[in-house]
């Protein structure tokens, strides 16, 4: 990869080459000594390999420190700027969460530590079992999970135990809305499941008449999405439980997007039989750089026992609680090593404690904050519906088409602006979507800044800037070819042998 970099000297611009491959032969950032003989440690020869045959590059130590120094300056986070993905909810993690977690009682627990020395960490899980189980009115949890997706293959999986003991094994369909959240479609096929996609009103909620016609015996499930990546609240969903349980079928609410309803809606009292709750988007653990994840499946009665283990439990004796991991009686078995990823337990269990009984604050100041975007850029931007916005906005570019500018012209300039992009062209039942989650964590001049860069750029594009086309201009990576990096992406180091 190679981009320019513009110097001027004495009024003389050049260009100097921004070369990301640093390594040259010969070149080391440490040194040996001489005489291997001398180490105290001796390495068997079949562990051993050749600098010929694993090939690493040949830096100095300033240049990996200005490497990666470099690398950290070229890109975008949460610590920058507002992260306008949609759906996503790339929301500022408290510096708090990170400390609590890193902390030695938590961060130096061996995951096969034997119990009875492992109290306080088995406490925090129990704690964030209750809490979640409290605030969502659900009597059953698992924290295994290993992100949203993985909670998603779960609760099917939840499913299908639930039928193959009803003896309904001829329940192979899930009913998926074209509205629902995009990795929903793929878990159902992986979990062995067949899908029937459900169109949504003009409004963009489910078309309630469809769904009683594709409410077939053979129908295992509905995987529906509240609110939906419209950013819609679905308000049918206790009349859609209802008719889903006299079927023998089962509600799965996917909670993606629980941060805009949390602490304000009782999931268990919408009929939900399972949810999954990513706690990056509503709990404040990390997202994204390939880190670990963490998703908690919270499940009403009818599927509690066959829940994976292990979960912990709380028992008393006569000195004090002690915590205990068992099993449920019909364990579908574990999903996942230990209770799941601990230290994404521990932060999130943090954020909520932060709160404490204002939890529902969360919910407030993500709707607020998504609606303050939704009245500034709706006479510019096509809204997707009509209805209240809650989480997110999402928009069209019905309003710019017409000008030969497009949703890709104005993400790649937006970019030029100093933000990231929005999430673009999805929904796919949106043409051209723009969506954008401004989460519960950003200040008003924060939003009111980023919807003047919009509106500036809707401007643009209605005077046809076919500079637009080119952009970005000022990043140090401008234009590339994204199919190509998404099907065959270099993601390790590699020199050619001579």
Request: charged share 20%.
């Amino acid at each position: 990869m190679q981009n320019q970099l513009s110097t001027t000297r004495n009024g003389q611009i050049f260009e100097e080459p921004l070369i990301f491959e640093r390594s040259r032969p010969g070149r080391i950032g440490v040194s040996f000594p001489a005489d291997d003989a001398s180490l105290p440690i001796e390495i068997d020869s079949s562990l051993l390999r050749s600098a010929e045959d694993i090939h690493l590059p040949e830096v100095s130590e300033p240049e990996v420190v200005r490497h990666f120094t470099r690398l950290s300056t070229w890109n975008y986070g949460i610590d920058l700027n507002l992260y306008p993905l949609g759906s996503c909810t790339m929301k500022y993690n408290p510096r708090i969460n990170e400390e609590i977690a890193a902390s030695a009682q938590f961060a130096d627990l061996h995951p096969n530590t034997p119990e009875k020395y492992a109290q306080a960490g088995l406490r925090a899980v129990y704690e964030l079992q209750e809490v979640l189980k409290t605030v969502t009115d659900m009597p059953g949890i698992t924290l295994q999970p290993a992100a949203g997706a993985h909670g998603e293959l779960t609760g099917l999986f939840l499913v299908k135990a639930y039928l193959k003991k009803k003896g309904d094994t001829h329940k192979t369909v899930v009913l998926v809305p074209d509205s629902a959240h995009g990795t929903n479609p793929a878990s159902c096929t992986l979990a062995g499941f067949t899908v029937r996609e459900l169109p949504s009103t003009a409004e963009g909620l489910l078309d309630v008449e469809e769904f009683k016609k594709a409410l077939t015996p053979d129908v295992a499930a509905l995987m529906i999405t509240n609110p939906n990546t419209l950013g819609i609240f679905e308000t049918n969903i206790p009349l859609v439980a209802d008719l889903l349980h006299k079927n023998g079928s089962l509600l799965y609410m996917d909670g993606a997007n629980y941060n805009a309803i949390v602490g304000k809606v009782s999931i268990g009292k919408m009929g939900v039989d399972i949810s999954h709750l990513n706690l990056h988007k509503t709990f404040s653990t990390p997202h994204g750089g390939g880190g670990p994840g963490a998703a908690a499946v919270v499940v009403s009665d009818r599927v509690r026992e066959f829940l994976p283990g292990p979960i912990v439990e709380k028992k008393e004796s006569s000195q004090g609680p002690v915590y205990v991991v068992t099993s449920p009686s019909a364990s579908i078995g574990r999903v996942k090593a230990g209770p799941g990823h601990f230290g994404m337990i521990i932060r999130a269990l943090t954020y909520i404690l932060s709160y404490g009984n204002e939890l529902h604050r969360v919910a407030e100041q993500a709707v607020l904050n998504a609606n303050l975007v939704r009245k500034s850029l709706q006479e510019v931007f096509e809204p997707a519906s009509g209805l209240d916005t809650m989480h997110e906005a999402v928009f069209s570019d019905a309003k710019q088409r017409k000008t030969g500018l497009e949703t890709i012209h104005l993400a790649k300039t937006l970019i030029d602006y100093g933000y990231h992009p929005p999430t673009i062209y999805f929904p796919l039942s949106v043409h051209g979507a723009i969506m954008i989650e401004p989460t519960e964590t950003e200040s008003p001049e924060t939003i009111a800044h980023f919807c003047a860069v919009m509106k500036d750029l809707a401007a643009r594009m209605n005077g046809q800037d076919e500079s637009m086309k080119s952009s970005p201009t000022r990043s140090f990576v401008r234009r590339i070819d994204e199919v190509e990096a998404a099907r065959k992406p270099v993601l390790n180091y590699f020199t050619k042998k001579a």
